[in-house]
């Protein structure tokens, strides 16, 4: 077998002065890095699997454990990087198409740190969050155009008929991850953790499993193109309903858990046989047209007697404003917009780290044409893609949206750290497997709190940067680029992101 | 309600804190021939080896009386029992009226009827003055050349193994063809010995003592069974022990080998009760009533009586025999009923390991599809849950490959008995 | 009284449990002195738990606290006790003389041998005096609780 060309990404360091050779980390690398030496009594290290997860430097009791990048350094250049060349080295020893999982990691402009959030000063004063209500609260949701009221016994009436709502105590949801792609533990969490908070998650392509029919109420079912669980059941059991078109670590292609990941437990769930693969092509193939989206929206309408939105998640893509557009005019209630730096369990390197555009550009184009159009309201307008924090929420409501999904800071919350192998199966962290030995790290009692916890957090930052601006509800905001002023941003990205320099 | 305790042993502590749990207003008399100290009989093997002292000797702490609020009357025997007028007499004329009486006697050593028993340097090894006695002689001016154990039992091992730790010279003689035959099997019983011997005592088996030849009155020489004679100055008879039901017997009480009690301990007579080496309760293990004098049924047994004097109902699910010695150094243990030997009999199934060079030998025995009998030599971790699975008599059929494995634990048995241990769910047995 | 709880569909094998219970019964309480110097010298300091693990079903066991504890009942000394203060069964080590009937009876098998120059019998106390067990307080997934049972 001729020679890889591949070299150890990380170097493991260990104290020997403060390791005590418990094997804690022998026993949790699902990478067999670390191994025990009998007739030595140590425990030494081989950094080749190594894929950075932090899982035994966590763990050690001692805090022996150091993980660092192999500062292998080749001569400098400034166009081959070096993992232009590893890229290379690997494709040529396997001739297949290089897998990665989570969003994108190259470095293209993260406009969410050139935007900048007002603040009151003398004028307009202050709000203390401490001692002043401060309302979240959010309705995803068509609105009607107009609102008409007869005169009743008590005082006005209403009587327009408003479309189905989901009622959000604050702006933020959990975005779409199957089961399947991670853990039912990682779901369960998910579930529980919406609850808590007063907000809703995503069932992503996977189906819902039995046993969280019990959240239904704070649940968004998916159906994406594999229609993987899709019955009427489903349907019914949860809130609202998201037609899944694209997500933004993979536009334009589909979907593909590999049989030896379907287990009894996710097979009964998407309803497909124990051990095949379960592939969601690029298209529904029963959606060719926009047509064929309103027709789609109206049957999963039909099916639940009209009594929850259905909205329809996209990627974002070049011209992704006449497509969010004819979405509306579709009859979606919301659309959901997934940006490049949306995450994924698996997908080709090339199509994650090169397709789709960032979602704020996105978000700017998308809000603006549907105003232009007069049909803003028609729709919610969900925005994904990389939400690292409180900030880039209230950025993001600031410039036009709804409400943002996040997925990428959830898994972070239960413990993810980001070494992108999640296709491997072998997520140390207990999140993005099924293997029953892993699975069990993540005890969804601790993966809910924390994940209660990070929205608690961001509630609170929200409330206090709003009442920093003065304002006392999400709504004077929600669209309010008159908030946010661009700092290192050229004429062009200031337009296309319809706000200000700072200073003008 | 005044309650009154014969003896003052195991039986009697474990149905005082029993009786105080529920009621701290009975009054509580106990009467007892011996000192007021409240020793641990099995721990007298281990005082006359030298591992612990007169102090350590003792079972509960000197105020434990005086802390229960118990009255005792010590060095006075009871001699007499009147059922009808519900009172005891004592040696010394006392006597005393009962709402509910407790016989905890104990048992008698058995000592073979003949010439020289008497004698001075021949001890029984049931009591304190006993271990005293041995002591004292093992320790004077000139020290024991030969002594000899009649017994190959629990019994005799233990006061074998105690006189090897210090240093005297023994030969250990058992009537039976093999030591140990009464709960450990062939193999169990052939290690044993192997180490005994190993270790410098003489094992003679099929033989006993059939004469003491004494010089002034003191041991010198016994004349074996099978005619051999040879020099003794220290002959101990730890041939076992029958229950002390002489005075229940007299009494009117039912007493087949032991007073017969039902799963409250109670006797005949529905005021009197007993408990301990001196009853003769349901065993779970061999479905039936007898004797088993050993500690932990004293104690529990004890407590039941003590608990249902006062109005508790605790039944007894039954005793299992159960036994643990050491010899030079090796452990070994044998519970419930594993002794039989293997002819293909229906309803019994022998799983074994033995690794010789190891000194490890397990043997568990099953009958219709239950663990009934365990013995393990040299390795006795976890020996608990076998008797666990005994007493709660859940089917092993599935499990039997695994009970015997090296890392054998609460996850080699089925599901849901291991949940039951862990958590305390209730299961269906 | 407060119990141990074991969760054993959240024990993720990592066996810290037996880390920690080590390092609270060793004299330093500093767990790379524990390790480093004081389990060497021959002290016999182990974990008072057992690690018990079959494929992917693991859970650490350590002394059921039972109601009616076969040990005490067994107990030829007077070791085994409760304590008063916290209701535990507490084995009194400068009373026992590893006669091992404690190991015989106990259903849970969770008395060991302990490794010292003196027989004696070795479980869990509950880390005596301590508010909640070195094994609960340093699970890093939950498994072990520590709750009114």
């Not at chain 1, 809703?200 to 649940?219: D, K, S």
């Not at chain 2, 021949?122 to 009591?127: C, D, G, M, N």
């Not at chain 2, 009480?253 to 003769?280: H, T």
């Not at chain 2, 039989?340 to 030998?361: I, K, N, P, T, V």
Request: charged share 20%; proline share 4%.
């Amino acid at each position: 077998m001729a020679l890889s060309y591949y070299t150890p990404e990380f170097i493991v360091e260990r104290d020997e002065s403060r390791c005590i050779q418990c094997q804690v980390c022998v026993r949790q690398c699902a990478n067999d890095v670390h191994y025990y030496v009998d007739d030595e009594d140590t425990v030494q290290a081989d950094g080749r699997h190594c894929v950075g997860c932090h899982r035994c430097v966590t763990l050690c009791p001692t805090h022996a454990l150091n993980i660092r990048q192999n500062t292998l350094e080749f001569r400098p250049h400034a166009n081959w990087t070096s993992s232009a060349l590893r890229n290379i080295f690997k494709q040529a020893e396997t001739g297949g198409m290089l897998l990665t999982g989570m969003g994108c990691d190259q470095p293209y402009r993260i406009y969410w740190d050139h935007m900048v959030l007002n603040a009151s000063q003398v004028t307009n004063p202050s709000i203390d969050p401490l001692r002043e209500p401060m309302e979240l609260k959010t309705f995803i949701g068509a609105k009607p155009d107009r609102l008409e009221f007869v005169e009743g016994e008590d005082g006005p009436e209403l009587v327009t008929e408003i479309a189905p709502q989901l009622e959000l105590d604050l702006p933020i949801m959990f975005s779409a991850m199957s089961y399947g792609s991670i853990s039912y533990n990682a779901c369960e969490s998910l579930a529980r953790a919406a609850t808590a908070a007063g907000t809703f998650y995503n069932t992503g392509e996977g189906g819902l499993h039995p046993n969280l029919y019990q959240y239904g109420a704070n649940t968004i079912a998916q159906v994406a193109s594999g229609r993987f669980g899709v019955h009427l059941d489903y349907l019914n059991a949860a809130a609202a309903l998201e037609i899944k078109v694209g997500q933004g670590a993979k536009p334009g292609i589909g979907g593909h858990l590999p049989g030896e990941k379907v287990t009894l437990d996710i097979s009964q769930t998407r309803m497909i046989p124990e051990g095949s693969d379960a592939i969601s092509p690029a298209p529904h193939h029963d959606i060719y047209s926009i047509e064929d989206l309103r027709q789609l929206i109206y049957a999963l309408k039909e099916a639940t007697r009209y009594t929850k939105p259905v909205g329809v998640k996209v990627a974002a893509v070049n011209n992704i404003a006449p497509i969010a557009s004819g979405i509306v005019r579709a009859g979606a209630d919301f659309v959901a917009i997934d940006g490049i730096r949306g995450g994924t369990g698996a997908a080709p390197t090339t199509i994650r780290n090169n397709v789709g555009i960032p979602i704020e550009l996105a978000l700017a184009a998308v809000d603006q044409r549907l105003r232009d159009e007069g049909i803003r309201q028609h729709a919610s307008l969900i925005v994904a893609g990389s939400v690292r924090s409180s900030s880039d929420a209230l950025k993001a409501v600031c410039m036009g949206a709804d409400a943002v999904y996040v997925a990428t800071s959830a898994l972070v919350a239960m413990g993810c750290h980001l070494c992108q192998h999640c296709y491997t199966g072998k997520c140390n962290w207990g999140i993005a497997t099924q293997d029953p030995y892993l699975t069990k790290r993540l005890n969804p009692n601790i993966g809910a709190r924390r994940l209660a916890n990070l929205l608690r957090a961001w509630s609170l930052e929200i409330k206090e940067m709003m009442g920093g601006m003065g304002v006392n509800s999400i709504e004077s905001v929600r669209g309010n680029r008159d908030h946010l002023r661009g700092v290192g941003l050229n004429q062009v990205e200031l337009e296309a992101l319809g706000i200000r320099a700072a200073g003008r | 309600m005044k309650i009154i305790i014969i003896g003052n042993s195991a039986t009697a502590v474990g149905a005082v804190e029993s009786i105080r749990l529920y009621d701290q207003s009975a009054e509580i008399l106990v009467i007892t021939k011996e000192s007021s100290l409240i020793y641990s009989r099995p721990m007298l093997s281990h005082y006359l080896a030298g591992q612990i002292d007169q102090t350590r000797v003792a079972y509960r702490d000197p105020d434990f009386y005086c802390r229960f609020d118990v009255q005792v009357i010590t060095d006075d025997a009871v001699t007499e029992i009147d059922l009808a007028a519900r009172t005891v007499t004592a040696e010394s004329g006392m006597t005393q009226s009962y709402d509910k009486l407790l016989i905890s006697t104990g048992g008698v050593p058995i000592v073979p009827p003949m010439p020289g028993v008497d004698a001075e340097g021949v001890y029984t090894f049931t009591e304190l003055s006993d271990a005293d006695g041995i002591l004292d002689r093992v320790q004077r001016e000139k020290p024991v050349q030969n002594a000899v154990v009649v017994g190959g039992g629990m019994i005799g091992i233990k006061a074998v193994d105690a006189l090897q730790q210090r240093g005297v010279s023994v030969t250990m003689l058992e009537l039976a063809p093999r030591i140990l035959s009464a709960a450990f099997d062939q193999t169990a019983s052939d290690m044993v010995s192997d180490i005994l011997r190993r270790s410098g005592v003489t094992v003679l088996t099929n033989d006993t003592v059939a004469k003491i030849h004494t010089v002034d009155g003191a041991i010198g020489e016994v004349t074996l069974r099978s005619g051999e004679t040879i020099p003794c100055d220290l002959l101990v008879f730890g041939i076992g022990v029958r229950p002390n039901s002489v005075l229940a017997k007299s009494a009117g009480l039912e007493v087949n080998r032991g007073v017969v009690v039902d799963s409250f301990m109670r006797s005949s007579d529905p005021y009197v009760y007993a408990a301990g080496d001196v009853a003769e309760a349901y065993d779970l293990v061999v479905d039936m009533n007898r004797t088993v004098a050993i500690w932990p049924n004293a104690y529990r047994q004890g407590a039941i009586a003590g608990a249902h004097m006062v109005g508790v109902e605790r039944p007894d699910e039954g005793g299992i025999a159960m036994n643990t010695i050491e010899a030079d150094g090796v452990a070994a243990m044998a519970i419930g009923d594993a002794n039989m030997e293997d002819s293909g009999q229906a309803d019994l199934q022998f799983l074994s390991e033995l690794d010789e060079r190891a000194h490890r030998y397990r043997r568990l025995v099953i009958r219709d599809g239950r663990l009934v009998g365990a013995i393990l030599v040299g390795d006795v971790n976890r020996a608990g849950i076998y008797t666990g699975l005994i007493r709660s008599k859940v089917p092993v059929n599935d499990c039997c490959k695994t009970l015997l494995s090296p890392h054998f634990g609460l996850l080699s048995l089925p599901e849901h008995y291991r949940k039951h241990v862990v958590t305390g769910e209730g299961i269906e047995i | 009284m407060k119990r141990i709880v074991i969760h054993e569909e959240y024990c993720i094998g990592c066996r810290l449990c037996e880390v920690h219970c080590l390092v609270q019964h060793s004299e330093s309480r500093d767990i790379i002195k524990a390790y480093k110097v004081e389990r060497q010298s021959g002290g016999g300091l182990m974990p008072r738990l057992l690690f018990e693990e079959s494929g992917p079903i693991s859970f650490a066991l350590q002394c059921r606290q039972c109601e009616e504890p076969s040990c005490l009942e067994a107990c030829i000394s007077g070791a085994m006790h409760r304590d008063p203060k916290t209701g535990a069964i507490i084995c009194d080590e400068s009373r026992c003389v590893g006669c091992w009937m404690c190991i015989m009876v106990c259903p849970a098998g969770a008395i060991q041998q302990s490794q010292t120059l003196h027989k004696i019998a070795s479980k869990c106390d509950l880390c005596y005096g301590a508010e909640m067990p070195a094994c609960v307080a340093n699970c890093p997934n939950e498994a072990l609780t520590y709750e009114e049972v």
